[in-house]
């Protein structure tokens, strides 16, 4: 939560988050000292695997039971065995844009039959619904118990005719909610309701749009090829000067001689990196960065997760720790159908 300024108590100026607790004591530079750190945690792990490079990027979807299924440009290289069976469900990273989507791991529910198969079914809903039109300034979209908001991304298709101003299978836009039962569109996120100049004919449907759909790949590419596992913002001035930030977390992969890529990251810079991994079980982080001056934090080096000595010197990295920042655990596999997955995580920040 953001930090107010207010109240001063016998030690100085007392600090405030937005829910008017009291968290640390105000320094002349504006920098606070936490009473107690402030945590992160997750135990409920969460697994991801790299599809094979042939995947591409995903332009379509349809569905598969209900759930959202990936339409890929090539094999997905993955396996029921490996993907679907574990314990805590292993899923893909997908990018979304131009739609509702939130990018993310989601979940692999089904695959194509064998390796061959180039769809892959996640666990997001895919909704749908039968609509007719309403000619008129506005028109109106007649959508029974349709559960959209302003703003949603939405597509239509038909066995007949639409309105000449839905043709061409674009994207529109929900803009007004007229009641749990119909809605007006427009063609930009709260631009002009459009105007239908007819009902159109035959079966019209309505399609919640979550956008055009990237599936990361395997490869040794951080811009292209890292996966997060999670994330979550640090605000500006939770970590003080002189305080530190822990990091704990607990990876398990895939044991082979492929390689595979472990990090944790703060801000742009990497607490922890691996490097490249292999015939590794499980990897126990245990990171401690201690803020020098206002920008600066420094740890032990980046290969070294947190225990024991190191033959190089420590790293001492630029952050700007008075704005928000992302911490963030992430994977990278050369292969495809490798696992890694994030048992959980706990950080401290103070």
Same mark, same amino acid.
């Not at 993955?78 to 997908?94: D, K, M």
């Not at 997001?124 to 619904?129: E, K, Q, T």
């Not at 691996?274 to 960065?289: D, Q």
């Given at each position: 939560?953001?930090?107010?300024?207010?109240?001063?108590?016998?030690?100085?100026?007392?600090?405030?988050?937005?829910?008017?607790?009291?968290?640390?004591?105000?320094?002349?530079?504006?920098?606070?000292?936490?009473?107690?750190?402030?945590?992160?945690?997750?135990?409920?792990?969460?697994?991801?695997?790299?599809?094979?490079?042939?995947?591409?990027?995903?332009?379509?979807?349809?569905?598969?039971?209900?759930n959202v299924r990936l339409n890929g440009t090539g094999a997905h290289?993955?396996?029921?065995?490996?993907?679907?069976?574990?314990?805590?469900?292993?899923?893909?990273?997908?990018?979304?844009?131009?739609?509702?989507?939130?990018?993310?791991?989601?979940?692999?529910?089904?695959?194509?039959?064998?390796?061959?198969?180039?769809?892959?079914?996640?666990?997001?809903?895919?909704?749908?619904?039968?609509?007719?039109?309403?000619?008129?300034?506005?028109?109106?979209?007649?959508?029974?118990?349709?559960?959209?908001?302003?703003?949603?991304?939405?597509?239509?298709?038909?066995?007949?005719?639409?309105p000449t101003q839905l043709q061409g299978g674009?994207?529109?836009?929900?803009?007004?909610?007229?009641?749990?039962?119909?809605?007006?569109?427009?063609?930009?996120?709260?631009?002009?309701?459009?105007?239908?100049?007819?009902?159109?004919?035959?079966?019209?449907?309505?399609?919640?749009?979550?956008?055009?759909?990237?599936?990361?790949?395997?490869?040794?590419?951080?811009?292209?090829?890292?996966?997060?596992?999670?994330?979550?913002?640090?605000?500006?001035?939770?970590?003080?000067?002189?305080?530190?930030?822990?990091?704990?977390?607990?990876?398990?992969? /895939?044991?082979?001689?492929?390689?595979?890529?472990?990090?944790?990251?703060?801000?742009?810079?990497?607490?922890?990196?691996?490097?490249?991994?292999?015939?590794?079980?499980?990897?126990?982080?245990?990171?401690?960065?201690?803020?020098?001056?206002?920008?600066?934090?420094?740890?032990?080096?980046?290969?070294?997760?947190?225990?024991?000595?190191?033959? /190089?010197?420590?790293?001492?990295? /630029?952050?700007?720790?008075?704005?928000?920042?992302?911490?963030?655990?992430?994977?990278?596999?050369?292969?495809?159908?490798?696992?890694?997955?994030?048992?959980?995580?706990?950080?401290?920040?103070?």
């Amino acid at each position: 939560m953001p930090i107010s300024y207010s109240l001063r108590g016998s030690n100085g100026l007392i600090a405030f988050d937005a829910s008017n607790n009291p968290v640390g004591v105000i320094n002349p530079d504006g920098t606070v000292n936490r009473f107690s750190p402030k945590t992160f945690t997750s135990f409920a792990g969460v697994s991801a695997t790299a599809v094979a490079s042939t995947f591409g990027a995903v332009g379509s979807y349809d569905s598969n039971s209900g759930n959202v299924r990936l339409n890929g440009t090539g094999a997905h290289g993955l396996t029921t065995a490996a993907i679907i069976t574990p314990a805590i469900n292993t899923g893909v990273y997908v990018t979304w844009t131009g739609g509702n989507g939130v990018s993310g791991v989601y979940p692999v529910t089904a695959l194509d039959v064998d390796t061959s198969g180039t769809k892959i079914t996640i666990n997001l809903p895919y909704v749908a619904g039968t609509v007719t039109c309403t000619a008129g300034t506005p028109g109106v979209v007649n959508y029974t118990a349709h559960g959209r908001v302003a703003g949603d991304a939405i597509k239509f298709t038909t066995t007949g005719t639409l309105p000449t101003q839905l043709q061409g299978g674009g994207v529109f836009y929900v803009k007004s909610v007229t009641s749990a039962n119909s809605f007006t569109v427009a063609s930009t996120v709260g631009g002009t309701d459009l105007t239908f100049d007819s009902a159109g004919s035959g079966t019209h449907t309505c399609t919640l749009w979550y956008g055009s759909a990237a599936v990361i790949a395997a490869g040794s590419t951080a811009a292209t090829n890292t996966i997060t596992l999670a994330s979550f913002t640090v605000e500006g001035n939770t970590l003080t000067t002189g305080g530190n930030i822990e990091a704990n977390g607990l990876f398990s992969i /895939t044991s082979s001689a492929n390689n595979k890529v472990l990090s944790v990251s703060y801000g742009a810079s990497d607490l922890y990196n691996s490097g490249n991994l292999t015939t590794t079980t499980t990897v126990n982080v245990n990171k401690i960065a201690w803020a020098r001056g206002t920008g600066t934090v420094v740890t032990s080096p980046a290969a070294a997760t947190g225990h024991g000595t190191a033959t /190089t010197a420590y790293q001492a990295l /630029t952050l700007a720790y008075t704005t928000d920042l992302t911490l963030a655990f992430k994977t990278m596999m050369a292969t495809a159908n490798e696992v890694t997955t994030l048992q959980g995580y706990q950080v401290a920040v103070s």
